[in-house]
């Protein structure tokens, strides 16, 4: 039973865990990122001295869809805390299945990486109000200049944040509703009082405005939920208060909460993106500098926040201000998926891959990832059969295998995947097609490419 009362939230320690850099083995340096060639776009700002500034250096990238004219809004998508969930930001922009999440709304996405050093206090940059807010806003403003789109400073945020960086993406909510679209919080949450055990972290107020914002709320179930002991025990009692804090006030928070992992972040995104882009798709304004849309209400689901079955508000019969709030019935059925397996159905092909070309034994091509379910790998086909499968073997030890990899905080592994391959047994006339596979198995039209005209084609 979830406590009905904000002294609760005394009780409960507020979870920020480091995680420790042998989690990312595959991941870089702070200075060993990707290149941010256009559609790509970076600053960093070094570390100030200043009160009340940022004491850590970040680095802020961004990706630009190409053919965007104007932006309408930018996804922010948040590291956690200690040395290898900042320097795993570095490969956040670059990630196809979040790229098409932010393509389809015509939004950028926006990756930042702190420079924080391990054992250093996190809350210096997750404490929005320390200096992490002022500087996002400064590299909207400077990546809006270099990537020429100025908009870019003003449009709203969606915004996505593990452990730490839901302790971010929460706290700005709090201080800036106007500009937040949705907000998606896995494992972390800012504190709504202080915590006698943790004085030294702020507690934020809670307004009308922030309550119209949508919030997801995504623990993992070994973090407290059914494992009620461990290093990430106190992660759901954090997350637990916050939401009766807010859900109790009428905010429009749900709890989705994940039936595979502990801290990791899973398969989430499978529940995360659609869950995104169903927000996105009311609340962008039509026009930029028009006020946030409000959530519809006519469609609303609940739930019980450790449940798993959602049902229409009209047939909820205990207190609904207790109960999950999922916005409309397709992402209540998506709920359910998610909370009892994870495995979030997807009906639809992934798009066909592009630019399919062949430099003596290499083929190269590029590729989106498909809005619900990504990219798992492609299948290379010569003179219509059957070739080989880049990559031979997907990985992902947290979750479903994906194109890019993923590491412990939702990004590509370095050094990036390119997509291409090699036939080690080509003659000298062939045919190759190049197929996408998304995570459930769906597979796109083939792309074709003519060794002796050079010219690609894409069949239907």
Known sequence: MISPTLSFLCRTVLVLVSIPATLFAQNAPYNVFPEAAP???????????????????????????????????????????????????????????????????????????????QGADCQMWCDPRNGSDAAFQKCLVDLGAQSEHPELASVPWALWGHSGGGHWAGGMVLLHPDRVAAAWLRSGVPLL?????????KA???SAAALTVP??????????????????????????????????????????????TAHECGNQRYFAIPWLSACLSVRLPNV??????????????LASPTGFKAVPVAKYESDPLK??????????????????????TDTTSPPTPTNLRRTGNTLSWSAEGDLESGLAYFI???????????PEQGRNRFGRPIFQNLQYSDTPTQ????????????????????????????????ATESVKTGVESRTR
């Open 215 to 260: 919030i997801m709320c995504n623990p993992g179930t070994q973090e407290g939920v059914t494992v009620k002991e461990g290093r990430f025990a106190k992660v759901w009692p954090a997350n637990e208060a916050f939401f009766n804090g807010v859900r109790g006030k009428g905010g429009l928070i749900g709890v989705a909460v994940d039936p595979l």
């Open 39 to 117: 559609p790509y776009y970076r600053v960093r700002y070094e570390a100030s001295t200043q009160p009340g500034e940022l004491s850590f250096p970040v680095n802020y990238t961004v990706w630009i869809p190409q053919g965007v004219k104007t932006l309408r809004g930018v996804i922010v998508h948040q590291h956690g805390c200690g040395e290898g969930s900042c320097s795993s930001g570095l490969t956040g922009a670059f990630d196809l299945h979040w790229q098409a999440l932010a393509k389809h709304h015509d939004c950028a996405l926006l990756a930042p990486s702190y420079e924080q050093p």
């Open 204 to 206: 934020h107020a809670l």
């Open 288 to 301: 930029n500098g028009e006020p946030l849309r409000p959530m519809p209400m006519d469609d609303v689901w």
């Open 193 to 201: 009082e202080v915590n006698p055990e943790r004085p030294e972290i």
């Open 415 to 446: 050094p990036l995947v390119p997509m291409q391959f090699t036939d080690q047994t080509a003659a000298a006339k062939h045919t190759y097609r190049v197929i996408a596979v998304n995570t459930v198995g769906l597979k796109s039209a083939p």
């Open 380 to 390: 290379i086909e010569r003179d219509g059969e059957f070739l080989a499968n880049v």
């Open 323 to 344: 109960a999950a709030w999922l916005p409309n019935a397709a992402v209540a059925k998506s709920w359910g998926q998610y909370v009892n397996d994870t495995a979030v």
